[in-house]
Structure formats: structure tokens, C-alpha cells
């Protein structure tokens, strides 16, 4: 399963529920992953020290926003 298209999938749900921003973490050493929510938005914003055990490592913490977005009047 291609992980881009289900990452695309799971925005798009969240925007049409009216979500406007979106946070997650991964561990620093999965640059494919950071590389994967960069491509559709993300944002590095910080980095949580020791978050994940067993091996003990960093996670990024990432955000993705969207304006909201308008509603036609009737």
C-alpha cells in the first residue's frame, strides 16, 4: 500500500471535518517519514527529548495547518 495515498486519505478527512491543524511525532531517525509529511506540508516545529523508549530517542514534533476554510452563504 502506497503510504503516500493513505496519509493523503487520512488529510483529506480531517480538512473535510474541519480541521485545521494537524500534529504528530516521529522518532528523529525516521527521515523517511519526516521526508514522507514534509512532502505534504509539515512542518518541523520542535523536538521532544527521550519521548520514545526501548531504544530511548528523540521524536520531531511536526504540525501541518490549513486556513479554514469559507462557507458559501445562502
Known amino acids: 500500500v502506497d503510504e503516500r ?5 487520512a488529510l483529506d478527512a480531517m480538512r473535510a471535518g ?3 491543524t494537524v500534529f504528530l ?7 523517511a ?9 509539515f512542518q518541523s516545529i520542535s523536538l521532544r527529548r527521550g ?3 526501548n531504544p530511548t530517542e528523540h521524536a520531531v ?5 490549513w486556513a479554514p476554510e469559507r462557507r458559501e452563504k445562502d
Open 51 to 53: 519521548y520514545y523508549r
Open 33 to 41: 517519514a519526516i521526508r514522507l509529511y514534509a512532502g505534504v506540508g
Open 18 to 20: 474541519g480541521m485545521t
Open 61 to 65: 514534533t511536526m504540525a501541518l495547518e
Open 25 to 31: 511525532e516521529v522518532r528523529q531517525s525516521n527521515r
Open 5 to 9: 495515498l493513505l496519509l493523503d486519505a
